[in-house]
Each structure stands twice: as structure tokens, then as C-alpha cells.
């Protein structure tokens, strides 16, 4: 299977946290995406919020002129969390109805650093892939090292046999977002069902 031509990247969702968190280069980066995929005309695909990183990749994205999609809850959108600003924000019943409207809005998946609805999101979109649901790129931006841990962590699952190399090679791992979207270009998901198996004779 040939890797993506860059016009089938028309949406990205990018999955991240609603704090800055500690670091200027969180922040920093987040500007730096959401300027990115608007200068490549990709409209960009996340929870909603005005608030965070969430808040600042969107408000980049919208500032250069990009198209930027929220996808939100009710209940949160009661909080005032929203974005009032966005080029279109759907509300939506429940966090399962959200992520599943991001999943079909996006062409890839992104994710920066954030926290456990972060992780949670991340590792639901790989498993479909792991699955064959679906062929899309999905990356870590790995801002400061913040996910150098969690990378390790899954090549040790890869050692221990709980996660094909295959599987685990559905990951890219870039700290620069440019470099990430080239990768995402290039990307060919695994050609077989790789589920680690080992004799246990």
C-alpha cells in the first residue's frame, strides 16, 4: 500500500491537554502546529476548548487562517469551556458520541502533550488501527521528551511480547511537527494481522 499523498491529509485531529502544563515549549508548540496545518490548508480536528493547549493550537490555527472543528460535549459545553470562536463546533451528547465524531472527521491523529483523556483518546485511536478499523497516521509530538517515558514503555511491551513490532511501528514519534507530518505523508500501515504470540511450551 502506497503511503498518503499530502491532499489526503485534509483534516488532522490533534488530542491534548486542557492545561499548559509546565513547560513555555508546550504552549510553544502548540502555536507552532496550529499555524502549520493552516499554512497547508488541513483544518484541524480537536475537543472544543478554550482553554489549555487545546485553546492555544486553535486560536494559532484560526489566527493564520486555518478551519478549525470542535467537537464537545454538552455538559461541557454548560461549563463554558467551549470556544466561541471556532469555524464550527458540534455538540454532541456524551465523550463516546466525541471521540467517535473526531475519528470519522480526521484523515491522521496527533497527539501532544496532555493528560489521562489525552492518553485515553491516543491509545483508543491505535487500537482500532492495531484492529484494522481504520489506516490513519497516528503520532506523538513529543514536546520537551514529555512522552520519552511512555515511548519506552511500549517497546518494553514489544520485549515482553504483548505488542507486535508491527503494531508498535504504527506509532511516529517526532518532537517537531513538520518532521511529523512528512512521516504521516509516508506513512504505510502494517500489511498482516501482527498479534504477538509466543510458544508456551
Known sequence: MWGLMSDDLKNICVYCGSSAGTEPAFLQQADALGRLLAEKQIGLVYGGAQIGLMGAIADAALAAGGKVTGV??????????????????????????????????????????????????????????QLGLHSKPCGLLNVSGYFNDLVRFLDHAVEQGFVSRENRSILHVEANPATLLVRFENHQPPQSDSWPVRDRG
Open 72 to 129: 464537545m460535549p454538552e455538559f461541557l459545553v454548560r461549563k463554558e469551556v467551549a470556544h466561541q470562536g471556532l469555524t464550527e463546533l458540534t455538540v454532541v451528547d456524551s465523550m463516546h458520541e466525541r471521540k467517535m465524531a473526531m475519528a470519522e472527521l480526521a484523515d491522521a491523529f496527533i497527539a501532544m502533550p496532555g493528560g489521562l483523556g489525552t492518553f485515553e483518546e491516543l491509545f483508543e485511536v491505535l487500537t482500532w488501527a
